[in-house]
């Protein structure tokens, strides 16, 4: 089946560091891909998508860019943040049969920190 | 105010009971999606439905269901309430594809406890 896998967490770092989590997927179709964040004790935020190949979403300095021939879709900030800290995920959604979009498979979740 | 109302935030209540969460999709989003979260099985999809009619099906109990009703809320049912469904419990909606794969939009989710 479908599937999405997101580096082992949490990941560490201090202020203004680079950040990269990994996200790989497996899906039967052409899947479009999202990264999703969450805050303390909120929902999910869209944080940025891509919908096909090669396609690069991008979000308050993040990117992340479709990569099928790797199935890769890993998300980087070039210098992160103390308000950065959160929970990220990578999801894919199938675009089902008929006229609505299917479900959202998520991976497991990364926890950042960001230490000042 | 992402435009996904979910109510109550907060359910606390007993092995064995039953319990009706609500969510309200975005004005003009005819999907809505469950979603469960815990921290042994992570984000998990529930059930799917497009404008009264259910879509999809995922990992869900027998105990629970739900449904859309023609004002496009929806309600997710859980009866014989266990210990294990102590979750965060999503609801998301979506437009029709004629609008174009703009993605999802959450509310902020309803925390149960089964005590």
């Known amino acids: 089946g479908d599937s999405v896998t997101q580096m082992e967490g949490p990941v560490t770092l201090s202020e203004e560091a680079f950040l990269t989590i990994n996200c790989t997927y497996t899906?039967?179709?052409?899947?479009?891909l999202f990264w999703y964040v969450q805050y303390p004790g909120e929902g999910l935020q869209l944080l940025l998508k891509?919908?096909?190949?090669?396609d690069k979403g991008s979000n308050k300095g993040f990117e992340a860019t479709y990569r099928k021939e790797t199935t890769s879709f890993h998300l980087e900030k070039g210098s992160v943040q103390v308000s950065d800290s959160a929970v990220y995920f990578c999801?894919?959604?199938?675009?089902?049969?008929?006229?609505?979009?299917?479900?959202?498979?998520f991976g497991q979740g990364t926890i950042l920190t960001v230490h000042p | 105010d992402s435009g996904v109302t979910q109510t109550p935030k907060h359910l606390i209540t007993a092995t064995g009971q039953r319990v009706t969460l609500r969510c309200s999709p975005r004005?003009?989003?005819?999907?809505v999606y469950w979603y469960q979260q815990s921290l042994d099985q992570g984000l998990q999809f529930l059930i799917q439905?497009?404008?009264?009619?259910?879509?999809a099906k995922g990992n869900i109990l027998e105990r629970f269901s739900a449904q859309q009703f023609p004002d496009l809320h929806s309600e997710l049912n859980l009866s014989s309430l266990e210990l294990g469904d102590s979750a965060l419990y999503f609801c998301?909606?979506?437009?029709?594809?004629?609008?174009?794969?703009?993605?999802?939009?959450f509310g902020s989710g309803t925390r149960l406890t089964v005590v």
């Open positions: 899906a039967t179709g052409y899947p479009s």
């Open positions: 439905y497009y404008n009264g009619e259910e879509r």
């Open positions: 004005s003009g989003d005819l999907s």
């Open positions: 998301a909606s979506s437009g029709p594809k004629r609008q174009g794969p703009y993605g999802y939009t």
């Open positions: 891509a919908t096909k190949a090669d």
């Open positions: 999801a894919l959604s199938l675009n089902a049969g008929g006229t609505s979009y299917g479900k959202l498979t």
